[in-house]
């Protein structure tokens, strides 16, 4: 019982130096957003949201299936024309001199569930009409909190911005709660998006998609 007792005690105060880190973190600092992801993606949080993602059909498929994203060419995607998502995505990544992200090793839901969100975490951006500055990711993260339920991770960086905000920049603090509230309502009105082929939507005009899954822009 002590043991488990140090080892939640350990735990905790690993999320909270991570969530510290990143507070005094200048945006975009991955090497301070991956020890926040792992120090707070732990097994009870990720259960939850394996078991609320599995309510859906369309997740459920996911994870028997373990569905991949594949290699991406994102030469061949520009080509396509300029209403498809495949057109979008390509550009989104070419803009921001962007590789997509690739899923590493997976033996079981929770390293599938991570993969899958690292992969397709572009696609969402594209999705939802979220670009890559401080409000559009504030955006897409309270989008993926609600769709996935339990993240520690994304509430997590959302309570950073806010908190960054409250000591660093005051004046950011109603565009970033007006981002905030974008990407919440956006989530609770849209269709689950976890689980989706969407290598299979490349040719598909985006806003027929967007139209399908209720994500209004």
């Known amino acids: 019982m002590e043991a488990l007792k140090r080892c939640k005690e350990d735990w905790e105060a690993s999320l909270l130096e991570s969530f510290w880190e990143m507070v ?5 600092d991955f090497g301070v957003l991956a ?4 120090s707070s993606n732990d097994p009870v949080s990720l259960d939850l949201m394996i078991e609320f993602i599995c309510r859906d059909r369309q997740g459920k498929r996911a994870f028997e299936e373990r569905i991949g994203l594949g290699q991406v060419d994102l030469e061949k ?3 396509l024309p300029q209403e498809t998502l495949g057109y979008a995505y390509s550009q989104h990544m070419i803009k921001n001199n962007l590789k997509p992200l690739l899923a590493g090793e997976i033996n079981n839901d929770h390293q599938f569930l991570l993969a899958h969100i690292t ?3 572009d696609i969402w951006h594209v999705i939802t009409g979220s670009d890559t500055s401080i409000y559009g990711e504030i ?3 309270a ?4 769709q996935l339920y339990a993240s520690r991770f994304w509430l997590a960086l959302l309570a950073k911005n806010l908190l960054k905000s ?3 920049d005051i004046e950011t603090g109603v565009e970033y709660l007006d981002a905030l509230t974008e990407g919440w309502l956006m989530a609770k009105q849209a269709k689950p998006i976890f689980g989706i082929q969407w290598n299979s ?4 005009p985006l806003t027929d998609i967007r139209a399908s899954l209720d994500i209004i822009i």
Do not use: C, I, M, N
């Open 201 to 204: 939507l490349w040719y598909k």
């Open 35 to 38: 020890r926040l992801s792992q």
């Open 166 to 168: 409250a000591v660093f």
């Open 143 to 146: 989008f993926s909190f609600s």
């Open 119 to 121: 992969e397709t975490h």
């Open 24 to 28: 005094k973190a200048p945006d975009g």
């Open 77 to 79: 995607l520009s080509r």
């Open 139 to 141: 955006k897409l993260e």
